[in-house]
């Protein structure tokens, strides 16, 4: 099994606008790695006054 993380920062105003950015990462790193099947994710925020990270962790394995 193998772990893959993707993230993405935002500030509190733009916070849709990064999802989106999250989104998008994620559906490229899919179409780019289609002989995989995911076992399980988990998303990870980090909230603060000023900014924000959140992160998906994706354990997988390769076909």
Not at 44 to 56: C, I, K, S, V
Request: proline residues 3%.
């Amino acid at each position: 099994m193998k772990l893959k993380i993707l993230t993405v920062k935002s500030g509190n105003s733009v916070k849709k606008a990064r999802f989106e950015t999250l989104e998008t990462n994620v559906n490229e790193w899919l179409a780019d790695h289609p002989d995989i099947t995911i076992e399980h994710t988990h998303l990870l925020a980090q909230p603060n006054l000023g900014w924000g990270q959140t992160a998906l962790a994706v354990w997988y394995t390769e076909n």
